[in-house]
């Protein structure tokens, strides 16, 4: 099975609008657009299973794949706008969320196709054989990571935290994890009570111990500093198209 990224960065993307720092104008000169971070999973039938709905060409990327489900991990927007377009979808996709009442927009006055279901922290849910379990994570929003068992490897797609409960790590160090994608969206020189950054990501992945570890949803402006200053980091920013097999 396929796991890839439709997208590592953070909510403006990169090239960022009107940018024109040394990432972005290598971003225009290489044709490449990196959007907001979410993946999918592609079962051996050829069906989908996706994470987050942050890329906002989801319809025309899959016009021709069942969508088995959508695995959500929060409802900022930048995780969940490619919904706005899906819901006109002529299938019912089901969307696994966080207990997260408010939404975002007019998601839940609108549902259409989508048949949004609640997940409790550490349910499972099982389609085609994977096994994906949800791990709440602490954020500015309720918000779940997921843990994804194929027959062949654990991968865990652990995007927007500010850090990790205790719960969840203890869960993590348990299991035998292949690749391990992780929030870093800031560099150490910037507090945020919302994200992690490359420093605060690495330690957690050192704790965890994954055979692999990447770091997700990064600005030009946390890249910047590491192009700049030629700064290679034990645990690598990872681009759209980000593949692994699994
Ligand atoms: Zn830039
Ligand atoms: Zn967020
Ligand atoms: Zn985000």
Not at 47 to 68: E, M, P, Q, T
Request: proline share 4%; net charge neutral.
């Amino acid at each position: 099975m396929k796991f890839e990224f439709l997208g590592t960065a953070d909510t403006g993307g990169i090239p960022l609008h009107r940018c024109q720092c040394e990432i972005c104008e290598s971003a225009r000169l290489k044709g490449v657009s990196n959007r907001s971070s979410s993946a999918y999973l592609e079962l051996d039938d050829g069906s989908v299973i996706l994470f987050d709905a942050g890329y906002d060409l989801l319809c025309d990327r899959f016009n021709k794949k069942h969508i088995r489900a959508v695995f959500l991990t929060h409802f900022h927007a930048d995780h969940c706008f490619g919904l706005i377009r899906l819901r006109k979808s002529a299938d019912t996709i089901i969307c696994y969320t966080p207990n997260d009442t408010q939404g975002f927009g007019d998601l839940f006055i609108h549902k259409d196709s989508i048949d949004y279901q609640v997940l409790q922290p550490f349910e499972a849910k099982e389609i085609e054989g994977v096994k994906i379990v949800a791990l709440p994570l602490l954020h500015s929003k309720t918000t779940h990571g997921y843990v994804i068992f194929t027959c062949k490897g654990v991968v865990a797609y652990l995007t927007d935290c500010a850090s990790i409960p205790e719960s969840s790590l203890a869960y993590l160090k348990a299991q035998k994890i292949d690749h391990l994608f992780l929030d870093a969206a800031y560099t150490p020189y910037f507090e945020s009570k919302k994200h992690l950054n490359w420093e605060s990501a690495g330690e957690y992945i050192d704790a965890i111990k994954p055979k692999n570890g990447y770091l997700i949803h990064a600005s030009c402006k946390t890249l910047l500093p590491l192009h700049v200053k030629k700064i290679r980091l034990k645990y690598p920013y990872i681009e759209q198209g980000f593949t692994i097999e699994v």
